[in-house]
């Protein structure tokens, strides 16, 4: 009498497991999208497996959604970051402005400029390079760098060529390639150019 019940109490048991398995399953639909029902041709063991699943799915939501938005906030600032002419040629005389006025911050005057060639950055964006040269002191060219990385503007440096003309002041005569970017939807030329170089043209 006593096996009968415990195999009774058992069985019970396991459907009750079952039926609670089904219906995390059913509630946590959202990680698991289902196509029938979750016990069709499996067995309790399946189910308790896509359960625990689920389990290390929920726990793991609040983890996903903050780097969603930390994502997001870096992707902002990147993009505020961006130059704010309407064209390649505007971008060009943006950079100039803003090359030479953070040169100007420092004491530092511009003896030439010149552009490179608007290329393609990654797809999405247009790199405009800007080639300045200038003479200055070290401690003027370091705080210059420090400078361009913290500007408003996304900057960054391609090339660095400094050579001494005054070892008794430590000056020194820099040519300086800094590029700045926009996004390529201003620059139709470009997109164009992508386009035709890629087979079959772009989807």
């Known amino acids: ?28 639909d959202f ?10 041709g499996g067995s309790i063991e399946d189910a308790q497996e896509r359960f625990l699943d689920a389990q290390v799915q929920a726990r793991r939501k609040p983890l996903v959604e903050a780097e969603s938005q930390e994502a997001a906030k870096v992707l902002v600032e990147f993009e505020s970051g961006l130059l704010q002419a309407e064209s390649a040629e505007l971008a060009k005389a943006e ?5 030479g006025n953070l040169l100007l911050a420092e004491g ?10 608007v290329k393609l950055e990654q797809d999405h964006f247009a790199q405009v390079p800007l080639t300045v040269d200038f003479d200055c002191r070290v401690e ?5 760098m420090t400078t361009l990385s913290n500007s408003e503007r996304l900057l960054t440096t391609r090339r660095i060529v400094l050579r001494p003309t005054k070892t008794e002041t430590k000056a020194v005569r820099a040519q300086v390639t800094v590029s700045g970017y926009l996004p390529v939807s201003r ?3 470009l997109m164009e150019r992508q386009r035709n170089s890629t087979p079959g043209g772009l989807p």
């Open 1 to 28: 009498m006593a096996l009968a019940i415990q195999s009774r109490d058992r069985r019970a048991l396991m459907i009750l497991f079952a039926a609670g398995a089904l219906f995390a399953i059913v509630q946590l």
């Open 108 to 117: 530092i005057t511009m003896r030439s400029s010149r552009f490179g060639n």
């Open 187 to 189: 620059t139709p030329e």
């Open 140 to 144: 003027q060219f370091v705080n210059w």
């Open 95 to 99: 950079m100039r402005q803003v090359v």
């Open 31 to 40: 990680f698991f999208p289902s196509t029938g029902s979750p016990l069709v």
